[in-house]
């Protein structure tokens, strides 16, 4: 077993553990760690795209196993999900994504600071019938597509400062990125063509394994250390990318 491979083992299980556990930064972090071990842009992005067809799917069926999900929350978001992300995927085959990172970033530092704050204080509890739910599916996918992730750091931290139940957002999102990437992955491979395959298949791995571990974090884990911990994930993560 190569030690590429163990390395992409390594990557796949550590992103998918914070993604499953935080309900968002596996397509940050995956992307951030391919590049830094020295594997070129566009090759990380579709590789991370594709791992996550496989990924979403094992942490979405282990947060149904755990009760995390709410099914009414994914029919809002999954619809408009699906057709932001292959908008935003048919997009970035023509356009350059990099452009909007950094109006992303300030967004997401904004809503990780909100949360912070939500943390602390008293809750506004909302209902799956929120208004908001649609458009955040959509933006997420949008977003996701043509900055090479954001889907959990925009629909899961949007929901979570609105006053949504932590655990049911975190699931449900997962569940629902599972139908949002694999569009945007069908679309690209249908744009741009595919290739380096094969070199997902650690992260695949990896990603796999981590998602009943993610899952049961989340359904244990008192809720305010968790938005903290989401809070500072997105901060940290965007503040990054904005740099």
Known sequence: MSSDFLTFVAIGFAAQIIDGALGMAFGVLTTTSLLMVGIAPSTASAMTHVTECFTTAASGLSHLYQRNVDWRLVARLAP???????????LLSN???????????????????????????????????????PYVGGAGGLLDAMGGGGWGPIVTSSLLGRGHDPRKVIGSTNLTEFAVTTVISITFIIALGWSELSSALGLILGGILAAPVGAIIVKHLPVKPLMIMVSLIII????VRFV
């Open 95 to 133: 356009i350059d994504g990099k452009a909007i990172e950094p109006f992303v970033s300030v967004y997401l530092i904004g809503v990780g600071l909100f949360i912070l704050y939500k943390a602390f204080r008293p809750k506004w509890p909302r209902d799956v019938h929120d208004w908001i739910v």
């Open 236 to 239: 940290g993560t965007a503040a």
């Open 80 to 90: 408009a999900g699906m057709i932001g992300g292959a908008v935003g995927a048919y």
